[in-house]
């Protein structure tokens, strides 16, 4: 007797088997497509914020629920004129203006303004005692609505609304529509001993709204 109900024990698992990897496979792709997902860093343009190779995390559905806000890292849709590599249409930035936003380059101490004030960027690439201007031109521009101005924390390396501005002068193809943000990376998770929270830099909490 204990025999026979051993047996159809190991049986019903044989048949459940299939359904059960069937599920976790299918609550996989789910999460993958509208929660989380893992993106790895191609390119110099977040250093040293995000090194090459770094992995990471970024949440799909925050965005859902309300707009990019400044000073988060986001991975967005590239537009075309953007992407050096036709296939390299995810871009991950950091954004630093939102619509309405008036900024300015710079105060007397080199430092953007954002509607009215300076903003310390200790996330600036910085290597061998040198550190990346906040920008390498003068501008004053006002982002329009429902669009972001983006840019990487290694200024001098970095495809961003700056660089698109300088080049076109043309708002609307600097900057990047909210509609085109994928998610938000908030954390690094590899290589291990890179692994960081990646949360908002506290100067941006001296912004004002536009």
């Given at each position: 007797m204990i025999d026979e109900q051993t047996d159809k024990r190991r049986s019903s698992f044989w048949r459940e088997l299939p359904i059960l990897l069937g599920v976790a496979i299918l609550v996989a792709v789910l999460v993958r497509a509208f929660v989380l997902q893992t993106f790895y860093i191609p390119s110099p343009s977040m250093e040293h914020t995000l090194d090459?190779?770094?992995?990471?995390?970024?949440?799909?559905?925050?965005?859902?629920?309300?707009?990019?806000?400044?000073?988060?890292?986001?991975?967005?849709?590239?537009?075309?004129?953007?992407r050096s590599n036709p296939d390299g249409e995810d871009f991950i930035k950091r954004v630093i203006g939102v619509g309405g936003d008036h900024i300015v380059c710079c105060d007397p101490d080199q430092r953007l303004i954002i509607n009215g004030q300076s903003l310390d960027e200790p996330y600036l690439f910085s290597?061998?005692?040198?550190?990346?201007?906040?920008?390498?031109?003068?501008?004053?521009?006002?982002?329009?609505?429902g669009r972001l101005w983006m840019m990487g924390d290694h200024r001098s390396a970095s495809g961003d609304s700056l660089e698109h501005w300088e080049r076109t002068r043309d708002?609307?193809?600097?900057?990047?529509?909210?509609?085109?943000?994928?998610?938000?990376a908030f954390v690094v998770f590899w290589p291990v001993g890179r692994a960081k929270w990646l949360s908002v830099p506290k100067p941006f909490d001296k912004v004002p709204d536009a």
């Open positions: 090459i190779y770094d992995r990471v995390l970024v949440n799909k559905l925050v965005y859902d629920f309300r707009s990019p806000h400044r000073g988060e890292v986001v991975v967005f849709e590239a537009p075309a004129d953007w290597e061998g005692g040198t550190t990346d201007l906040a920008a390498d031109e003068s501008f004053d521009i006002t982002v329009p609505k708002l609307n193809s600097s900057t990047i529509s909210e509609d085109a943000v994928i998610g938000r």
